[in-house]
């Protein structure tokens, strides 16, 4: 069985791997990964954008309501999922750049 450690090493390997190591190495800057457990099986996620980031946008004084959604709004993203069991990943929802 592997640990946490070991399945998140390998989910978020899964991720980048997907999306492209060169994209996700020349856009580490503006990039984020995640992952969460449940029964048995971590769930991994990978977003990387090409585009600038506009750092108005995080001051508190302009920020007038929290809004949460269930979406993706990555430009480029990748979901794995690894059975903490056996070690079998699987990638799921994702989108690439074009090559």
């Not at 592997?2 to 390998?10: D, G, H, N, P, R």
């Not at 990964?33 to 029964?39: A, C, K, R």
Request: a negative charge.
């Amino acid at each position: 069985m592997l640990t946490v450690k070991e399945a998140k090493k390998i989910g978020i390997s899964a991720c980048i791997n997907h999306i492209g190591i060169d994209f996700c190495k020349k856009h580490s800057d503006n990039a984020v990964s995640s992952w969460g457990e449940n029964n048995g099986k971590l769930n991994c996620f990978v977003g990387v954008s090409d585009e600038p980031d506009d750092p108005s946008k995080y001051d508190i004084n302009k920020i007038t309501s929290l809004v949460l959604t269930h979406g993706n709004d990555w430009p480029f993203y990748a979901f794995s999922t690894v059975d903490m069991n056996t070690g079998e990943t699987q990638i799921g929802d994702s989108k690439v750049p074009r090559l």
